[in-house]
C-alpha cells in the first residue's frame, strides 16, 4: 500500500466514522466497521483495481459492513438487560472543536429512534438522507432492488417522524432546564421536579446488568419526578454528587459522578419542559466516552 493510497483513506476516516456512528451507535463498533472498510480497500488496491469515487466506494462498502454488524446485533440487543441506549460522545463546553463530525447532527433521541428501525430501514435512511447515497447505490448495499431500498427509506423515515421525541430548545435552552430538573431532584421537590417534565415526558436508563438502572422506560412526569427523587433519597448522599455541564452527542447535557455513581444525562426539551431523559450508566461504554472527554 502506497503513502498516497493510505493518505486518501485517511482524509475519508472521519467521514466513515460518522456514517458507521450513526447506523451503529457505538463508537467501538464504527471504529471496527472502518478498520475492515480499510482492509477491503487495501484488498482492492493491491489487486489493482480501480476506484474512481473514493469516498462513494468507501460509504458503500462501510454501509454493507455495518448491514452486516445490525444483523448480527439485532439478537443481542433484544435480549440486553434493560433499555439499550447508544456509545455518548462527550465534549467540554469550552472545547473550541466541541463540533467534531462523528457527532454533527447526531442527537442521541435520533440514535434512540434508529434503533428501533430494522437494519434495512436504517442502513437506507442514513445512507440516503444523510449522506445523499443514490437510491441505486443503496439499493447495492442493501443487495436489493431500488423500488424496496425507496420503501425501507421510506418506512424508516415515517418511524422516525413518529417516534422522535419532541425537541426544539437550543443548547443555552436544554442547559436551564436540565440544571432545574437537577436542583428540583437533589430537594426532593415533586412538584418543582413535574413542573419541568412534559406530561408525556419519558426516560431511559442504560445499566447494561453492570449497575442498578431502571429495566424499563419511565413514562409521565410524576412517575419520572418519584423515580428520580426516589433515587437521591436512597442514595443518601445528594451533596455528594457533582453534575458537570458537558455537550452529549452536541446537545445540553451532564456528566455525573459521586461515590460508586459515573452517569451522563441528557435530555429533549420542548416548550421549557423536558420531553425525555437519556441516562447512560453502562460502565463500559462510558469507559470510552469519559476517556475521550476533550
Known amino acids: 500500500m502506497t503513502t498516497v493510497a493510505v493518505d486518501e483513506f485517511e482524509a475519508e476516516r472521519s467521514h466513515l466514522l460518522a456514517v458507521a456512528y450513526r447506523m451503529l451507535g457505538s463508537r467501538a463498533e464504527a471504529e471496527d466497521a ?16 480501480e476506484i474512481r469515487d473514493l469516498r462513494g466506494w468507501l460509504t458503500t462498502i462501510t454501509g454493507r459492513i455495518c448491514l452486516d454488524v445490525l444483523k448480527s446485533a439485532r439478537v ?15 465534549s467540554r463546553l469550552d472545547d473550541p472543536a466541541e463540533q467534531v463530525e462523528l457527532h454533527q447532527e447526531v442527537s442521541l433521541a435520533l440514535l434512540v429512534v434508529l434503533e428501533k428501525l430494522s437494519p434495512e430501514q436504517r442502513v437506507a435512511v442514513v445512507l440516503h438522507d444523510a449522506f445523499g447515497l443514490p437510491l441505486d447505490e443503496v439499493a447495492g448495499v442493501l443487495g436489493t432492488s431500488v423500488p424496496t431500498a425507496r420503501q425501507h427509506a421510506s418506512r424508516g423515515r415515517r ?3 413518529e417516534g422522535e421525541a419532541r425537541h426544539t430548545a437550543d443548547v443555552a435552552e ?20 413535574a413542573a419541568v417534565l412534559a406530561p408525556d415526558v419519558v426516560a431511559l436508563h442504560d445499566g447494561g446488568g453492570v449497575v442498578s438502572a431502571g429495566r424499563k422506560p419511565v413514562y409521565g412526569a410524576d412517575r419520572v419526578a418519584r ?21 452529549v452527542n452536541g446537545a445540553a447535557g451532564m456528566l ?7 452517569a451522563v444525562l441528557t435530555a429533549t426539551v420542548a416548550d421549557g419542559r423536558v420531553t425525555a431523559l437519556y441516562n447512560q450508566l453502562n460502565p463500559e461504554k462510558l469507559t470510552r466516552a469519559i476517556s475521550g472527554t476533550r
Open 174 to 193: 436544554q442547559r436551564r432546564v436540565l440544571q432545574a430538573f437537577l436542583a428540583a431532584a437533589a430537594s426532593g421537590d415533586l412538584k418543582a421536579l
Open 34 to 49: 472502518v478498520q475492515e472498510a480499510w482492509l477491503r480497500y487495501d484488498r482492492t488496491r493491491q489487486h489493482g483495481d
Open 76 to 90: 443481542r440487543r433484544e435480549a440486553y438487560p434493560g433499555p439499550w441506549l447508544p456509545e455518548p460522545v462527550v
Open 159 to 161: 418511524a422516525i417522524a
Open 227 to 247: 423515580f428520580y427523587a426516589g433515587i437521591l433519597a436512597r442514595r443518601g448522599d445528594a451533596d455528594a454528587i457533582k453534575a458537570e455541564q458537558v455537550l
Open 256 to 262: 455525573i459522578t459521586g461515590p460508586g455513581l459515573l
